[in-house]
């Protein structure tokens, strides 16, 4: 069907699709790494890192295994849920702190893996906001008519890059996979209604991977002294990621004229339990809206958020109509929303 005959006409005459997500899936480790398991690494305790960031496990990917197969495991699991051949797939989206290897992308050799050969494939990073940038990417693909059917994926092995030594950091991340299948809707209203996407490059030296010296910022004070692992101001982040979530939100209800009760879900990048409760609590919204699950998986990064929007699929607990909010930040320092009507 072409586009014209989907959508309504908008007042500038632009035809307006909407977008249907079809199905989602996900793959993470089998190896749970509990906290009791990270004590017997770092100094550290169950009670400390519990308390203070809502973290008890985490998967953590076998030596060997790679973003790309755990994304290439989403992706499948995600079609076979949507219920379509591979081949339908236009694009496939990949959001992943970091690809396999610079070259090729490791969308790319997803794309070849599940089957969906000759589709567009693009890796996205964005860290801890990817999977959200992601989407916003492809809800804008479908939107112009340029695609109808795109798989929007968000992997990370943060296991692999990260300092076993530095307590401040090891016991913040976990590895997984996640993704959902978009569609065009006939139904204009359906879909992505908002999107936003920020950084602040002026911020970055709060979280960043070196790969040699020159990658230290001047005046450096929290390089643990191995490269290729991630450097956290966990201070700095903190106070970033409570003003931005909060604010991402608000904007969002401010530019629709929403309410908070309007919404019936928030997926929240999963980065601190402490972060997204407070969130909630200032919004008077009751638990169930705002899906926590960073006490089984920690902070997987890129795919966080469609690890969330698998688990709330699977249990039913998004309904046609909803309204559910998507909303991430991460290392850039960079951040996105997205606010859809499912
Ligand atoms: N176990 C025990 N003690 C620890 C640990 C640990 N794992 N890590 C640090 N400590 C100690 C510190 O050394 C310090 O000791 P001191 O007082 O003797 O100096 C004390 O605990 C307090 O340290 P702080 O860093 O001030 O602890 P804070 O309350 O800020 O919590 C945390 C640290 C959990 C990292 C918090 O800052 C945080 O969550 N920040 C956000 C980080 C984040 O989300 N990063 C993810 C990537 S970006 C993103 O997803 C948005």
Redesign the pocket.
């Known amino acids: 069907m072409s586009a014209a005959a989907m959508g309504s006409t908008n007042q500038t005459g632009r035809t307006k699709i909407g977008i249907r997500m079809l199905g989602t899936g996900m793959s993470v480790p089998p190896r749970v790494m509990t906290n009791q398991d990270l004590a017997k690494l ?4 169950d009670d ?2 519990s308390q ?2 809502g973290i008890r496990e985490r998967r953590v990917a076998a030596p060997g295994v790679t973003v790309r197969h755990l994304a290439v495991e989403a992706a499948r699991q995600a079609v076979q849920n949507a219920g379509i051949d591979p081949k339908q797939l236009d694009m496939l989206i990949l959001a992943t702190t970091r690809p396999e290897m610079v070259c090729p992308s490791t969308a790319a050799r997803v794309v070849a893996e599940i089957g969906a050969s000759p589709a567009g494939a693009l890796d996205v990073n964005a860290v ?1 906001s990817g999977f959200v940038y992601a989407l916003n990417v492809g809800a804008s693909m479908i939107q112009s008519g340029a695609m109808r059917t795109v798989a929007v994926l968000g992997a990370d092995v943060m296991s692999a890059f990260l300092d076993w030594k530095d ?2 950091t090891c ?2 991340f976990g590895d997984g996979a996640a993704g959902v299948i978009l569609t065009a809707s006939d139904d204009p209203e359906q879909g992505c209604l908002r999107q936003t996407m920020g950084s602040d490059g002026n911020q970055w030296q709060h ?1 960043y991977c070196p790969r040699s010296a020159q990658d230290i910022p001047p005046n450096d004070t929290i390089f643990s002294g191995a490269f290729e692992t991630m450097q ?1 101001n ?2 700095e ?2 106070r970033f ?1 409570v003003a931005t979530l909060q604010g991402e939100i608000d904007r969002a209800l401010d530019a629709m004229g929403l309410k908070p009760s309007d919404l019936a879900m928030i997926i929240s ?1 999963q ?2 339990s402490r972060i997204m409760e407070s969130a909630r609590q200032r919004l008077g919204l009751p638990p169930e809206k705002l899906y926590i699950n960073i006490d089984r998986y920690g ?1 997987t990064s890129s795919a966080s958020v469609p690890i969330c929007l698998h688990e709330l699929w699977q249990a039913g607990r998004l309904k046609a109509g909803d309204l559910v909010l998507f909303v991430a ?3 850039g320092l960079t951040w996105a929303s997205s606010l859809w009507r499912i």
């Open positions: 770092v100094d550290t305790s400390w890192i203070r960031t801890c307590r401040g016991i913040l979280l956290m966990g201070r982040i903190y990621a990048h980065s601190n902070n930040l991460g290392g």
